[in-house]
Each structure stands twice: as structure tokens, then as C-alpha cells.
């Protein structure tokens, strides 16, 4: 599989191209562009329940963000664009906090204490917020995407991409457990490590959760 880095990257600047291109096109029917982002949004959420690996997991909760980006582009351009500025203030948090912990899978979320106990507790503000739940950052741009349908008069489309965003929360939720809730067996030879990182990586990560 691809490391962090490269899933980064497709997660983040791959975006961009495709998401130019749609901005450009005007068309007169939204429908095509509602399916594919209700779609998306389900897809999104639905197949990151059952997943252990944590690109997979990021991989579908880039599949659901660019659906609730492409829901309302038609609609609120300016939205969509702060939608997927948010986005990627997030997923680069998100990246970088497991790839620090250089956590590859749910289970190795358990020795984050061990490794980052600083850098692990700011993550579960940055997961949920990731996911959407409030008052999170997260939060807003879905809030405001929401009021958005209701005022084109979709409010059924709204209840159902609302219902659809607590897919990818529950996973976020997981990640969160097996960051904060799971201790890993002890063991005597790796003991606090942390205190020998640098404190440069987790400088960024305080600003962006911040943010």
C-alpha cells in the first residue's frame, strides 16, 4: 500500500484539478451533481465502518468530504471552496499526527501515550472535528452546507447527508477510543520515550487543531 505521504498528497492536492474543473462548468440540471455527492457521502461513510487500516479509513473519509463539496457547488461555490480549505487544514493535521506516531493501523493507535502523549491528546480534537462533530471546526462548513439545501428547498436531501455524516463520525470515533481509551501491555523497554521528541512537529499540529 502507499505510505502516509503519497496518501497525503492524494488526498489533499489531487483535489484540486478536478474540483477547478467543476467550479468552471455551469449546468442547468444540478440532479447528476446531488447523486453523486449523496452517493458519495454514503459510499464515503459506509466503507470506512469496517476498517482497520488507517489509509483506507482516510481514503473514504476523502471520498464523503469531497460528496458534501460537490452537494453544494452548484448551489454556494464560495461554501464549497471554504469546505475543502477546512478539509485540508484537517487532513494535513490528521496525517501528520499518525505519521509522528508512524501508526499505520487502528491497533497501533494504542502506543500513542507511550510515543506522544502531548501530540495524542490534541488528536481526538482534530479526528472529531474531521468528522464533523460540534463545536468542532469541522462542524461549520456542514452546518452551513446544511442550512444551505434547506434554503433551495431540499430539506430531505439535507436530512439524509446529515445522517450520512454520522458514518465517517462513528469511525472518527473509533480512532478517537483506540487513541485516548486503549493502553498497550506495558513493557520495560520502551519507557516514555516522548520526552526525547522534538517539540517541532507538534507546533504545527497546536496551531492547525487550533484553527
Known sequence: GLDLTTGLILSTWQKLAPFTLLLQIQMTNTMPLIIIGLLSTLIGGWGGLNQTQLRKILAYSSIAHLGWMVLILQFSPLLSLLTLLTYFTMTFSTFLIFKVNKATTINTLAISWTKTPVLTALAPLVLLSLGGLPPLTGFMPKWFILQELTKQDLPALATLTALTALLSLYFYLRLS???????????????????????????????????
Not at 481509551?181 to 519507557?191: E, V
Not at 521528541?197 to 487550533?210: D, F, G, I, K, N
Open 177 to 211: 477510543y483506540a487513541m485516548t481509551l486503549t493502553m498497550f501491555p506495558n513493557n520495560l523497554i520502551g519507557i516514555t520515550p516522548w520526552r526525547f521528541y522534538s517539540p517541532q512537529s507538534t507546533l504545527p499540529l497546536a496551531v492547525s487543531t487550533a484553527a
